[in-house]
Each structure stands twice: as structure tokens, then as C-alpha cells.
């Protein structure tokens, strides 16, 4: 009896963890969080930086030569006057949406704009059905990169709405 009473006072938060969560592979996660200093708002804030080098990074590229990032709207089959404003749309787009994730502004929102902003990106930029041969195998990885970076902006929405229900009480 001696011996059972001692186990359990000894592993007494592991046993709690059981009940919590009687999944093994859940359970095992959140171990290994815990015994790491796991901290959602880092992890949060580490996403955040991710995502926004790749949309600065490109706003930055796509500024420095708008005239040709025009022109690759003409592909598109848009009206040929549209481009430099679409052009400057998108680069404002990525821009602000970047910024607005270095400075953890309105994550929320801001990724809601990114993911919005994407799917246009894939249904005007990336038509690979239009396509063949290497051109259409290049814009299929560019979608499968786009579709990656929207589950990045989903996840990270999930999660800042859920810190933001948890510090409701």
C-alpha cells in the first residue's frame, strides 16, 4: 500500500495528465511542450516574423521593378490597363501586410487579407490549367507553396483567437 500511496504522490502531474488527456499521442505533445518552456505567444510571434520576411521580402522585389511586375499581368488575360495598378495593389498588399506582422498588429485581420489575398493570387496568377509541360509544373508548386503558407496564416489565426478567448476568463 505504502509503495502504490509513493508512486502516486511522486507522479501525481503525470496522472493528472492521463485524465486530461487520455490520448497518448496529445498527452506526449504536450509533455514535451512542457518539459521545452513551450510558450504559445513565442511560437506565435516566430510564425509571425516567417510569414511576414516572405511577403516583405517579395513586396521589396516587386517595388524595385513595378514596370515588369506589371507586364506579368498581361499574362492574365486582364484588361492591359489594369496592370500597374494591380501591380501596386499587390505590393502595397504585401507590404502592409508584412509590416502589420512584424509589429503583431491585428493578426487576426491581417491574416484573414494574406489568406484572401493568396487564393486571388492562385486563382489570376497561377491558372496551370491553361498550361503545359514545365510552365504548368512551376505554377503547381507555386500554388502547393501558396496553399502551405495558408495553412501557416490559418494556424496562426486559430491560434491568436484562442489566446484571445482564453484571456476572456
Same mark, same amino acid.
Given at each position: 500500500?505504502?509503495?502504490?500511496?509513493?508512486?502516486?504522490?511522486?507522479?501525481?502531474?503525470?496522472?493528472? /495528465?492521463?485524465?486530461?488527456?487520455?490520448?497518448?499521442?496529445?498527452?506526449?505533445?504536450?509533455?514535451?511542450?512542457?518539459?521545452?518552456?513551450?510558450?504559445?505567444?513565442?511560437?506565435?510571434?516566430?510564425?509571425?516574423?516567417?510569414?511576414?520576411?516572405?511577403?516583405?521580402?517579395?513586396?521589396?522585389?516587386?517595388?524595385?521593378?513595378?514596370?515588369?511586375?506589371?507586364?506579368?499581368?498581361?499574362?492574365?488575360?486582364?484588361?492591359?490597363?489594369?496592370?500597374?495598378?494591380?501591380?501596386?495593389?499587390?505590393?502595397?498588399?504585401?507590404?502592409?501586410?508584412?509590416?502589420?506582422?512584424?509589429?503583431?498588429? /491585428?493578426?487576426?485581420?491581417?491574416?484573414?487579407?494574406?489568406?484572401?489575398?493568396?487564393?486571388?493570387?492562385?486563382?489570376?496568377?497561377?491558372?496551370?490549367?491553361?498550361?503545359?509541360?514545365?510552365? /504548368?509544373?512551376?505554377?503547381?508548386?507555386?500554388?502547393?507553396?501558396?496553399?502551405?503558407?495558408?495553412?501557416?496564416?490559418?494556424?496562426?489565426?486559430?491560434?491568436?483567437?484562442?489566446?484571445?478567448?482564453?484571456?476572456?476568463?
Amino acid at each position: 500500500e505504502g509503495v502504490v500511496l509513493d508512486y502516486i504522490h511522486r507522479n501525481r502531474g503525470r496522472i493528472q /495528465r492521463i485524465d486530461q488527456y487520455p490520448d497518448i499521442r496529445r498527452r506526449s505533445v504536450v509533455e514535451l511542450s512542457q518539459r521545452c518552456n513551450y510558450a504559445a505567444e513565442h511560437a506565435q510571434q516566430v510564425a509571425r516574423l516567417a510569414l511576414a520576411f516572405i511577403f516583405i521580402e517579395s513586396a521589396l522585389n516587386h517595388a524595385r521593378n513595378l514596370s515588369g511586375f506589371a507586364a506579368t499581368f498581361q499574362n492574365f488575360q486582364l484588361p492591359e490597363d489594369l496592370g500597374v495598378p494591380m501591380a501596386a495593389i499587390a505590393v502595397l498588399v504585401e507590404l502592409l501586410g508584412g509590416v502589420a506582422l512584424v509589429l503583431g498588429y /491585428r493578426v487576426r485581420e491581417t491574416a484573414i487579407l494574406m489568406i484572401v489575398f493568396l487564393l486571388v493570387t492562385i486563382f489570376i496568377g497561377h491558372r496551370f490549367w491553361e498550361m503545359e509541360g514545365a510552365n /504548368r509544373r512551376l505554377h503547381i508548386i507555386q500554388i502547393k507553396k501558396n496553399v502551405a503558407i495558408i495553412g501557416g496564416f490559418i494556424a496562426l489565426f486559430v491560434a491568436t483567437l484562442v489566446r484571445a478567448w482564453a484571456s476572456l476568463g
